[in-house]
């Protein structure tokens, strides 16, 4: 299961989005054991790793630009020295990693995905020819550099990203028993809400 965490500045960032936008996300990486920290496993894989243990960096997704703020490629991190050493579970002794760019930092206008959207954007591929079982964001443009950064040009980490997943091995209960039940069933196939709506009482009086 992935859990999202968000700042509430995000969605006040969301508003400046024309089309396109991307954000930063922070990768909250962590290790099964618990004798086994990120730090450790920092310096199990850097041999410069002094400095890295005295300031700890947070692995990052997310736009990057210039001094002119404007965009020039992405922030992605090394999964090189992990690989092999992903884990499955949450107690697995290996550090769990995103293994590509994540949907949740990606905001798109939804008149991107209408058939007949008035000013579409042209560096926009038609849906038509794009693969179903897309997984890069950035495989929906045919310009990737129209992207919009997001906070302060990506450079405030909006979302956070965190793996965590049960053993297959886990007990769950079978069912659930809601006690006391609730005092209203509604079939499947119907709502509380009627067909139509009640007609209200109306205020004017006949004049004789």
């Known amino acids: 299961m992935i859990v ?4 509430m500045e995000l969605f006040d960032e969301i508003q400046n989005v024309k089309w396109f936008g991307a954000v930063s996300v922070g990768i909250l990486v962590h290790s099964g054991g618990a004798d086994e920290t990120l730090l450790t496993a920092a310096a199990m894989v850097d041999k410069e790793a002094e ?34 050493k992903s884990a499955v579970y949450i107690d697995d002794r290996a550090t769990v990693l995103p293994r590509k760019l994540e949907w949740a930092g990606f905001v798109l206008n939804s008149r991107l995905l209408w058939k007949e959207a008035e000013d579409k954007p042209e560096w926009v591929k038609d849906l038509d020819l794009v693969d179903e079982n ?29 793996r965590v997943e049960a053993r297959a091995d886990s ?4 069912g ?20 139509a709506p009640p007609e209200l009482p109306s205020n004017e009086k006949d004049i004789s």
């Open 4 to 7: 999202i965490c968000h700042s």
């Open 51 to 84: 400095e890295n243990l005295r300031n700890p960096v947070v692995p990052v997704q997310g736009p990057a630009c210039n001094a002119s703020n404007k965009l020039v490629g992405w922030h992605t991190f090394n999964s090189l020295p992990y690989e092999g």
């Open 134 to 162: 897309i997984e890069n964001p950035l495989a929906l443009l045919k310009d990737p550099s129209m992207v919009e950064p997001l906070g302060s040009c990506g450079r405030q980490v909006l979302l956070w990203w965190l």
């Open 171 to 174: 007990k769950f209960p079978p």
């Open 176 to 195: 659930w028993i809601i006690d006391p039940p609730l005092e209203i069933t509604v079939p499947s196939k119907r709502t509380p809400w009627p067909d």
